[in-house]
């Protein structure tokens, strides 16, 4: 079975900057698009970012459209979620998913495997 590893999470100041990563054992993310959802306390799980098996399309929430980059390193098996301009509604655990459609999706239920989330707290 897939292991996922992540990491990057913290506490940080408003305007501040994380970079999550998250990497897969196991299995191969070639051939399938992965994604970043989050979930605050109180909330319902919410879209983040996804990207295509290949790395050349990316999709944002508008919420956080202009301020977060998802990338892919397929050679290392590994996805990113660089956070930048973080605010206090950014806190939130931010899940790793893997295992999508190739070109993409803004639903969680179309990703078959999860990691363990990683807690990012934003201070005022």
């Known amino acids: 079975q897939v292991q996922l590893v992540e990491s990057g999470g913290g506490l940080v100041q408003a305007g501040g900057s994380l970079r999550l990563s998250c990497a897969a054992s196991g299995r191969t993310l070639r051939g399938y698009a992965v994604g970043w959802f989050r979930q605050a306390p109180g909330k319902e799980r919410e879209f983040v970012a996804t990207i295509t098996w290949s790395g050349g399309s990316a999709y944002y929430a508008d919420s956080v459209k202009g301020r977060f980059t998802i990338s892919r390193d397929n050679a290392k098996n590994t996805v990113y979620l660089q956070m930048n301009s973080l605010k206090p509604e950014d806190t939130a655990v931010y899940h790793c998913?893997?295992?999508?459609?190739?070109?993409?999706?803004?639903?969680?239920?179309?990703?078959?495997?999860w990691g363990q989330g990683t807690q990012v707290t934003v201070s005022s």
């Open positions: 998913a893997i295992d999508g459609p190739p070109f993409g999706s803004t639903l969680s239920t179309d990703f078959r495997s």
